[in-house]
Structure formats: C-alpha cells, structure tokens
C-alpha cells in the first residue's frame, strides 16, 4: 500500500527480511513517499471478485436449477441479491481495488476494507442460508479470501501507517451523532432479536423469518448477532472516546452497511414484484433498508472526508 509516513527533517531507511516490509521516511516540507499495495492482497481480491461474478451469473441464469430447493421467498431474495452484487457491488469493488494499486492512501483503503466485508456478510447467507447447491464451494471460497483480504488489509494499515492507525492515539472529534446513529441501530437491533427469542422462549413462537424462509434456525439473527451488532457498538464507543481504533471501525462498519442495504432493497423489490411477500410488509422493509442505507452512507462519507 503506498501511505505517507512523514518525519521532521531525518530520512530514514530500514530493511528487515522477517518484517518483509521496508518503512521509508523524507522531510516534513516533501511529498509523501508512496509504495503499491502488496500483490498477494491484491490476487486474493481479485479472486474475490472473480468467484463473486461467476456465483452472481450463474444465480442469475441458472436460478431455478441452483435454487431449486429453496422456499419461492429465497428464490426471489438470491435473485435480487445476485442481480445487485453483480451490477452494483463487484463494478465498486473493482474500481476501489484499482485505486488502491495505484495510490493505497488510507482512506481508499477503509473503503476497500468495507467492500471485502460486505463479501463476507453477504456470502455468508448463501453459505448457510442457501439449500447445498452446486455454488456450495465458490462460496466457501469467497467467505474464506475476503477474510483473508480484510485481516491482511488491517495488518497493512498498521504496517504502513504511522502507527496511529489502531493506536490510543486520541482523534480531533468523536463524531458523536456518527457514534449515536451507530449505537442506536446496534440496539435497536439487539431489541427486536432478543424480544423475538423472549417470545419464542416463553411462548414457544418462532421468528416468522423462519417460517418464511424454511430454515431450522434463525440465520439473520446469526448473522447479525456476531457480525453486525457487536462491531455497531465497539466501532460507536471507539468513536465517543476519540479512538482512532473506533475511527476504522465506524468506517468500515458504514461502508458496508452502506453497500449492503442496497442488496436488501434489492432482495426486497424482487420479492415484492414476484408477489412473495406482502407488499404492504415489502413497502415498509424498503423504507427502513433505504434510511439505513442513507444513514450509514452518510456516516462513512463524512468519517472519510477526514482523511
């Protein structure tokens, strides 16, 4: 990645085979010395991309026969998904990742970083929410390389940066309407979940989630619990204490927060035109996908403007 590492009137040059990474510095008054973003990250993105598209078309074209044992509500959720990643999400990532090989500026970075867990939350559904299909292993392939690419694009921030990147190091402004919109949703999420699980506890009533999409456990509710929810509130408590820890997190979190609730409103309006859910519950679906849509695009234009 090439990120400007600046040190007041010293030039320094460090090499080390174990560190495999060289840190190059130059006069606070110069440009700042760039480097390219590391190949093996670039390859594993781009085979991220790669195995994207080709699951995306094929779902796209082959829907029935690769879907085949899915409820008709699946069927037409992937279908809106597919259509979405493929015309949407995989030109974005694309361009980012090119961006990145080129510049590797910190910013482009935390965007790229957001793409590649969008991947990784989104795949997870047809991994596990998806009957086994002929796709089965693409998508293992794709949860697997996109969190490779995201742990290994976090390992190179911190290598590349001047390590204020994760550090305790405080940052100018703890962007508190950013950190409330992002424990507000991580708790209005956690209410819903937990008051459904309440029900089905004390009443024995499922999720009506289950009953629609045929599933045996609830998978949204996984999903969410583990990959939304927890990193909502880190990401929004790192942002009230000024953390630069909580900076990454909050726009990384909203970038693909921003990306996916496209993919919801797309799943939604599929289903609504192919009459598989209701449309006032499909008009009401869109609505909350669309202002948590804007609301974290929002939060992760203004928390990149910083950079």
């Not at 699951?55 to 597919?82: E, K, M, P």
């Not at 510049?103 to 793409?115: C, D």
């Not at 990959?227 to 909580?246: A, F, R």
């Not at 609301?295 to 990149?304: E, T, V």
Request: glycine letters at 8%; aromatic letters at 14%.
């Amino acid at each position: 990645m090439r990120s400007p590492i600046v040190f007041s009137e010293h030039s320094i040059f460090i090499t080390s085979r174990k560190l495999s990474y060289t840190l190059m510095t130059i006069k606070s008054s110069g440009n700042p010395q760039e480097r390219k973003t590391p190949e093996g990250l670039i390859i594993k993105a781009a085979l991220v991309v790669l195995l994207a598209s080709l699951t995306s078309f094929a779902g796209i074209c082959y829907r029935d026969s690769i879907y085949n044992r899915d409820t008709s509500f699946l069927l037409s959720a992937f279908y809106g998904n597919d259509l979405y990643t493929l015309i949407v999400a995989i030109p974005l990532t694309i361009q980012v990742i090119y961006k990145c090989r080129l510049e590797g500026n910190e910013k482009q970075y935390l965007v790229f970083l957001g793409l590649m867990d969008y991947m990784i939350y989104n795949f997870q559904f047809y991994l596990f929410g998806a009957s086994f299909n002929s796709l089965f292993l693409l998508y293992c392939a794709i949860v697997a390389l996109s969190t490779m690419s995201l742990l290994c694009g976090v390992v190179q921030m911190i290598v590349n940066s001047d390590g204020t990147v994760f550090s305790d190091t405080p940052i100018g402004t703890s962007h508190p309407w950013i950190a409330g919109y992002m424990m507000f949703t991580a708790f209005s999420l956690l209410h819903v979940y937990v008051s459904q699980f309440a029900d089905f506890f004390m009443n024995g009533i499922l999720p009506e989630i289950i009953t629609v999409t045929g599933h045996t456990t609830n998978i949204v509710f996984a999903l969410d619990l583990t990959n939304v929810v927890p990193w909502m509130l880190l990401g929004g408590i790192g942002l009230m204490k000024k953390k630069n820890w909580g900076y990454s997190i909050a726009a990384i979190v909203n970038g693909k927060g921003a990306v996916y609730m496209g993919a919801l409103a797309a799943s939604t309006a599929m289903a609504m035109f192919e009459k598989n859910i209701e449309m006032e519950d499909g008009k009401s679906q869109l609505f909350l996908w669309t202002m948590l849509g804007l609301g974290s695009s929002i939060s992760a234009f203004r928390l990149l403007s910083d950079k």
